[in-house]
Structure formats: C-alpha cells, structure tokens
C-alpha cells in the first residue's frame, strides 16, 4: 500500500510540475510580448534620444528639486489615500460581506460604479463639488480644490469598491462559527475579531491595500485637474515631459523611478502575503449574511449608507444633473450627431465600441489572471513562480503614459504588427484587467485546504479534474468577482487607450476626454451626457452580475 502510495505521489509530483508550467506558459507568454516589451522599448527609445545611452541622467534627474518634491508628493500622497481608503471603506466591507438588508445587491453595484468613471470625469465633478462655485462654497463657502483634501476623497472615491469587493469578498465567506466559538471560550466581540477574524482577512486587506496604494501612487487624471500647478505625481510628470516638453530622456528616467518603487513595494507584499498563508474554513456567502442586530450593527449600517450617499453618490449625482442642464434632452442628442470635427463618427457609437472592447479584455483577462492564478496556488511552485506573482501588479505601477507609447512603437512591424487593429485596445485594457483578477482569486485559491487536492490526486485525478471538481466550486463566485473587476476597469481604463484607440472606434472615456478637451457648453454637456450613459451602463453591468453572484445555481 505504502508503495503504490509513493508511486502515486510520484506520478502526481511529475504531473503537477507539468500542470504549472502549462499554466504559467500562457502569462508569461502574455506580460512579456504586450507589457515587457512596449515598456522596454519606450524606455529604451528615450534614453538613446540624444544617439546614445544615459544612465547618467539618473542623477541628473534625481537632483532637480521640483523632482525631488513630486518625487515626495507622490509617495505621501498614496500612503495617506490608502491609509484614509481602507479606514472609511472597511467598515462598509463589513456591512456588505455579514449584513442582509434591502437594496444590498443593487448598493453593491452602484458602489463599484465610480471606480470605473474615467479620471478627467471624476476630476471635474469633484470641482463642481469643492471648487469655486461649487456645492460645498454656495452652501457653506468653504473650498477645497486648493488644498490635498481634494485629492485624498477623489482617490477615496474610486478606490473604495477596491476594499470593499476585496475584503468583503473572502469576509462573506469566513465562517462565522469560528469566531463564535471564540467568544464562547470567553473571548470579547473585539478579542475574537482580532485573533481570528482579522487574520484571516489578512491577505485580502494586504491585497487590498497594494492595489489602492499602486492607483494612486500612479494617479494621473484626479491629481492634474484638481491639483493644477501646486501638486503632481509621477504619472503627471511623465506626461508633461512626453507630451509637453517633448523631453523623453527625462520622461524614461521618470518611469525607470516608478518601476523601481513599484517592484519593491510588490516584492515586500509578496513576502508578507505568504508569510501569513493559512488554510481557511470557507462557507457558502449567502448564508453567512443576517439582518441586522443590536444598535450597534444599525448604527454601523446607518453609517456607512451615509458616508456612500455623501462620498459616492453625491458627485455621480453632479454629473448626471449637469447632462440635464440644457432642455430637451439636447446633449443626448447632440450625440447623435457627426461635427466632423472632434470625432470621424457620432459620439454616441462609443457605447458600442466600448462595450465590445470590454467583453473580449474580460475574457482576456479572466484566462490569463484565471491560469496565473492557479499556478501561484500550488504547493509545488518554485521561487521563480512565485516571484511572477509580484510581477502580475507591475501594470497597475507603470505609467499608461508608457504603455500606450510602446504599444504605438513596439507592435508596429511584423510578426506583431497590430496598430492598425482592433485586438490593441483590449489588450491594453486586459493588461489592468489581469492584477485584479488574480488579487481577487488568489486569497479564496489559498484559502483552499491542499489536503482535498493532494487526496483527489491520490485517488488519480488528473490535474485539470482536481481544479475543476476541487478548486472551482469553491472559487466560482471570486471568479464572477474578479471578471466584474475586469470588465468595469476595461470599460473606464483611459491612460493606454486614448493613445491607440482609433478615430473612427473611440472608447467612452476617450469620448469624454475629446469633448472636455473642447470649449463650449455643447461640448461640455456632451461630455457629462457620455459619463452618465457610462455611469447607467456599468450599474447595469455590476447589477447584473450581483444577480449572478447570488444565484443559488451557482453556490457551492
């Protein structure tokens, strides 16, 4: 017996290595022809601009003080939004993950809406909330585009469905009798949470934290409307040098910068996260969710319904008030109209081109983060594997700048000739569609006892039969989560796309930015007319997939 045993674990051992390097061989295949690649050649492009290669800008660059200030500026601000996002958005993880009341679902997709609102959108609603002439000055006069205030509630605003999908995902499916059983040893409300709880919602609050800490220490949109002259990151200087002062030497040494930090921070998450692996007890979600008890768990919802109607609400509803502004309906239908001069086609086939792009990036994404993913999870992974994970993050910490510029000068010649084509935009928007699928997946995936993969192995299972009768009823609904995620940040993704979009097929955001870029009223509306059609879309979308998500079919 203990022979045919060894044997078994034998053939399974050798099977598994070949699993994971069939799964690993897909993005690995993907991250190095459609980010390594145009990243290398951009960086590679300015710092030859002068006939030769200048590492020694590295200095130069470093000693400028207006650098060292942004330089400053960018990392104080991406802590202090990360800190201020997970302070204000846990508690509504909470709410949404172990909380059962009316219009949970529906909430549920109308907080994710503002995370895929394209930035110079969200920027100029946030101006007209806190800015002159704004709400908060006719009321109160007080104005706050001045100051980094600002900024810290814009970043909150869209990276709080981050936090709450994230945390309240694994949170929804914690069992709730381990803390149960805390508290009848004698253990506190607080005590118990702290030492069993709060643990196991580690790697997720970790994960969390990294992809709302890598959008805003990469913000672009929300820093240079509401930052104007006095703030900028990193992200807004590489677009002033590239676009502005035509200076790509500086630009190239700017990114090298951002890809240094970035690759730290997610080489110090990578060792954290797998130092706190633990195998959890998993239960169906929809069980774990009850009414409200006590005044203190009506308090917190109360509270956290409002803050989501005063921080989340309040500037969609700017937004759609404003594409009402002119009567009858007049900047709706002005975008079924061709000017022939901001746009080769109507505005309103933007919709479309949108939508579709969004469906072929989401299925891009979801095989490619899906198959990562899965080879990250396994036992057996290397430290070559597991490094890969840390590499996943790097386009959520790479300037769009630089990507959409080395998509238009890397994929330009045979055999990768694809800047004519439609397959660019996708896969750009796959790109930051990937990091959340697997930060979403890869808690849940770890959270799976290996005992139940190493005994199907045991029994002969082949590989593909364990994940699909082992791992998949136990990840489905993180899998619907994680394709949600990709879907709305491909449908608002905006920094890569507005460089390789073509005319005649031009994406929501771009649309926007187009109409923004203009004066006029017209085209102003216009503007806010797209960003509420954008807004209904993706509510729809969420609201769908919550339905999905809830569906007693898909329970495991």
Known sequence: ????????????????????????????????????????????????????????????????SGIRHVLWFTTWQALASTALTLLIALPAAYVF????????????????????????????????????????????????????????????????????????????????????????????????????????????????????????????GVVQILGGPTFSTLEVEIYRQTSEIFDLSTAAVLTLVQFAAVGAILGVHAWTVRRRETALRLVDASVTARRPRGAGQWALLAGVLATIAVLLVLPLAVLAQRSF????????????????????????????????????????????????????????????????DALLMLPLGVSAVTVGFGFLIALDEPPLDLRGTWILVPLAQALVGVPFVVRTMLPVLRAVDHRLREAAAVLGASPWRVWREVDLPMVRRALLVAAGFAFAVSLGEFGATVFIARPDHPTLPVAVARLLGRAGELNYGQAMALSTILMVVCAVALLVLERLRTDRTGDF
């Not at 907080?111 to 002159?132: I, S, Y």
């Not at 002119?326 to 079924?336: C, D, H, I, V």
Request: glycine residues 10%; aromatic residues 10%.
């Open 1 to 64: 017996m203990d022979l045919a045993r060894t044997e078994v674990s034998g053939r399974g051992s050798r099977a598994g290595s070949a699993a994971r390097l069939g799964l690993m061989a897909v993005p690995v295949a993907f991250f190095a022809v459609f980010f390594a690649y145009p990243v290398a050649a951009i960086v590679a492009r300015g710092l030859g601009a002068d006939g030769g290669w200048r590492f020694g800008a590295l200095g130069d660059v470093l000693a400028q």
């Open 97 to 220: 993950a172990r909380l059962d009341f009316p219009g949970r679902h529906v909430l549920r997709a109308v907080v994710t809406v503002p995370f895929v609102l394209p930035t110079v959108v969200v920027g100029t609603a946030f101006l007209a909330l806190v800015g002159r002439g704004g709400l908060l000055d006719d009321l109160w006069g007080v104005r706050l585009d001045t100051t980094v205030w600002a900024i810290l509630l814009a970043h909150v605003f869209f990276n709080y469905a981050v936090v709450v999908r994230t945390v309240g995902g694994l949170w929804s499916q914690l069992d709730p009798r381990q803390e149960e059983a805390a508290r009848m040893l004698g253990a506190s409300r607080l005590t118990a949470w702290r030492t069993v709880t709060l643990p196991a919602l580690g790697p997720a609050v970790a994960a969390a934290a990294l992809m709302v800490f890598l959008f805003t220490f990469t913000s672009f």
């Open 325 to 388: 502004d002119a009567p009858g309906f007049a900047y709706y239908r002005a975008l079924t109209r061709d000017d022939g001069n901001v746009f080769l086609v109507p505005p309103i086939e933007a919709i479309g081109n949108s939508l579709e792009y969004a469906v072929v990036a989401t299925a891009i994404a979801v095989l490619v983060g899906g198959l990562a993913a899965a080879a990250l999870t396994r036992r057996d992974a290397g430290r070559l594997v597991r490094g890969f």
